[in-house]
């Protein structure tokens, strides 16, 4: 089976790091940092996003999971790493060339307050990027701007309001409508419904994913909200301090978690059913995600984890294929034996290079 | 004293409107509970249903103007809080009653030493000294379970993360054992591995220390696991009203049925299609005629958009505010015995 064919993005040990400086003999003098600070909020993720699917990346606040759908686009610049796309290497892409790319990929912001420009009118907002690339084929602007309106779900006269006449729930909409104005191939959605009340999360995740299905769309759908990707996901990658920890087919990661993180991640979501919440025996992590300055050595999660061991401080875990098409990166874990035995104090493998096997590119 | 038959807090038919230059909004409109000793209450609703104004009033925090608490009672502990004079509120306020708010980054002040901030509390309310209200304040630092908390009561809150400094607002308000603690939203602004520790804490105290909570959130799952009786509000109206384990079970109003619906959950997954309310938010200051529900409501019928619905009794605790709550009711109980949730059910829940 030849994978690649299927893949639209491939992301190859892309990393976002942002030097805070200190370290120097001029911050000893000064009294600044001794060392030298570097936040790695992305650190070598390797990630093939396929044609036609929808990827939920997950995880804490900090854990470098907006930076990485940026990154993806070039709205923050990778400082290493490839992102493979239709056959070129977009981090690497000269910025008229990537401008050409916005056509095929494209973005949905969390705030709708703050993603659209108050001081234009919904009609300017999305026949902008139409305009911009001069899409309108010698048509009727204004009559395309109608339409995509009407595609999100928005009355057609509307074009000439301003965004603050519309509820939270329509302007996400209309950063939708802005999106798909350009017809693109792949969005990144970062926390599309997180700002947005309960009964309208509903109706915007419905809206994506009849899009998606009418368009061929492929998306990233960024969200801390794990009952969402649940839904919305073909496939789950959950990302700590900078790196994905764990990626499979979303309802085995629910259901048969690997990640010691992920477990406790899901477990700590609660249910809407008191029955089970009664029930249910949860796995509390203790502390907060540690400062993305200066990580913890080694598996950046072994301060919090009740399986840690000598070895997890030392080495840095590699992502790898456990059980079919499931990958996990913990030393405690490997394709023989899953699931972690608390007696036994070694470490079992997981300890390889960057790259699954299986998702190297030929 | 007014007399409270066990309860600690009274609240009867409370309405406090704002004036707006919409005109009249009605941000609660006639609320009607109580808590009982070691009660939990859940308030859950949408942004604007008026479920903070409703925790405001209690605290007699509404601006005055343009807000007013035009009617109703609230009887805390068989005292009046709307008769008393502002003196007597603060004495209680804080002491007595005490509150954590959604955002923990603006309800602390960046320029105070948490120890000051903690100090504050029970000099004023306790007659603490310095150094008892410094010892007490290290004392509940680690009740919250801040790590060190002798080094980190010096610290300034943005040396906390976000997580910590809810802590800090929990030990803040339950310096002073508090018979009533208000928590609004207090984990919605957290990570949900954090989330699940705040909740943890939370419950714990209050088993430990017997206090009396009103917990007020959007988010179903989390009232679910932490509350004994659920208050749903939609436009500044009690829409309906039941314990927990009945309310999930068996709603009998469109607008919790809908809600239950669209929150995706593993277990009641058919198809691809979630379940969505149709149409917008309520404009609480131009509400249409009728059912404020009834312009999205799939079960409106003529009379809905006609008058106002009555607030029916389905049974002793149970009320639903709809023309049609005891139909709604049926419904649920039937679809209930269809779907009969089993114990093996319950353990094979994708997230059990």
């Known amino acids: ?362 | 004293m007014i007399e409270t038959n066990g309860h600690i807090l009274t609240v009867n038919d409370l309405r406090t409107y704002f004036q707006t230059e919409d005109g009249v909004v009605k941000a609660v409109d006639g609320i009607t509970f109580t808590l009982a000793k070691g009660e939990t209450l859940g308030i859950v609703g949408e942004s604007g249903s008026g479920k903070s104004v409703t925790n405001l009033s209690i605290m007699r925090l509404i601006p005055e103007p343009p807000g007013k608490i035009v009617s109703g009672d609230i009887i805390f502990d068989g005292i009046d809080v709307r008769k008393l004079s502002i003196d007597d509120v603060r004495s209680i306020r804080g002491k007595r009653i005490a509150m954590i708010f959604q955002d923990p980054m603006t309800s602390l002040n960046p320029f105070l030493k948490i120890s000051t901030q903690l100090m504050e509390v029970t000099e004023l309310h306790l007659g603490h000294t310095k150094a008892q209200a410094h010892r007490h304040a290290v004392k509940m630092l680690e009740t919250v379970g801040i790590p060190d908390a002798a080094n980190r009561v010096n610290s300034y809150p943005h040396e906390f993360s976000g997580g910590m400094r809810q802590r800090v607002m929990i030990a803040m308000a339950l310096s002073c054992d508090p018979e009533l603690l208000i928590a609004d939203e207090p984990t919605t602004a957290l990570d949900v591995t954090i989330q699940a520790q705040i909740l943890e804490l939370i419950k714990d105290l209050k088993a430990r220390m017997g206090t009396s909570v009103i917990l007020i959130t959007h988010d179903l799952g989390v009232v679910a696991g932490m509350t004994d009786k659920i208050i749903v509000m939609y436009a500044g109206k009690v829409f309906e009203q039941a314990p927990t384990r009945e309310l999930f079970a068996t709603p009998a109003n469109p607008y919790t049925k809908g809600l239950l619906k669209s929150v995706p959950d593993p277990a009641h997954e058919e198809g691809t299609e979630l379940y969505q309310i149709p149409g917008l938010p309520p404009d609480v200051a131009h509400l249409p005629p009728g059912c404020p529900f009834s312009p999205r409501c799939e079960r409106a019928e003529d009379v809905c958009h006609r008058e106002f619905p009555p607030f029916v009794q389905i049974n002793e605790n149970h009320w639903s505010l709809c023309h049609f709550a005891k139909e709604v009711y049926a419904e649920s109980v039937r679809e209930r015995a269809a779907a009969n949730l089993s114990e093996t059910q319950i353990e094979s829940h994708p997230l059990a």
């Open chain 1, 1 to 362: 089976m030849n994978e690649n064919g299927n893949t639209l993005i491939s992301l190859r040990n892309l990393q976002v790091h942002y030097d805070l400086g200190g370290g120097t003999l001029v911050d000893r003098i000064t009294g600044g940092s001794r060392v030298r600070r570097v936040v790695k909020a992305v650190d070598g993720v390797n990630l093939d996003i396929k044609r036609g699917e929808t990827l939920g990346l997950v995880g804490e606040s900090g854990c470098g999971k907006s930076t990485l759908g940026k990154a993806i686009l070039r709205l923050t610049e990778p400082t290493g790493g490839q992102v493979f796309y239709g056959g070129k290497d977009l981090a690497h892409a000269s910025s008229g060339e990537m401008r050409e790319q916005r056509k095929n990929l494209q973005m949905i912001f969390q705030d709708p307050y703050a993603s659209l420009n108050p001081r234009m009118t919904v009609g300017q907002i999305i026949a902008e990027p139409i305009r911009t690339f001069n899409l309108s084929n010698g048509g009727n602007v204004e009559a395309k701007v109608q339409d995509l309106m009407e595609t999100v779900g928005l009355n057609r006269r509307f074009t000439k309001r301003y965004p603050h006449e519309f509820s939270g729930g329509q302007r996400q909409r209309i950063g939708i409508a802005r999106a798909l104005a350009v017809d693109p191939e792949f969005i990144v959605a970062d926390e599309p419904i997180s700002a947005l009340d309960v009964s309208i999360q509903a109706q915007i995740m419905n809206l994506m994913e009849r899009l998606q299905r009418e368009k061929n769309l492929t998306y990233l759908f960024i969200s801390h909200d794990l009952r969402a990707i649940r839904h919305v996901a073909d496939r789950v990658a959950v990302m700590y301090l900078g790196k994905i920890v764990e990626l499979g087919d979303a309802k085995t990661v629910y259901a048969e978690p690997l990640m010691p993180y992920t477990k406790a991640l899901i477990s700590a979501v609660p249910i809407p059913d008191p029955e089970i919440e009664a029930k249910r025996e949860r796995i509390t992590l203790k502390g907060d995600v540690p400062s993305p300055i200066n990580p913890p050595s080694g598996c950046h999660f072994n301060t919090r984890c009740r399986y840690a061991i000598e070895d997890c401080r030392r080495i840095d875990p590699a992502l790898v294929e456990i059980k079919p098409k499931h990958y996990a990166a913990c030393i405690r874990i490997s394709p023989e034996r899953p699931h972690i035995d608390e007696n036994d104090a070694a470490g079992l493998g997981a300890i390889g290079e960057g790259i699954p096997e299986t998702e190297k590119r030929s």
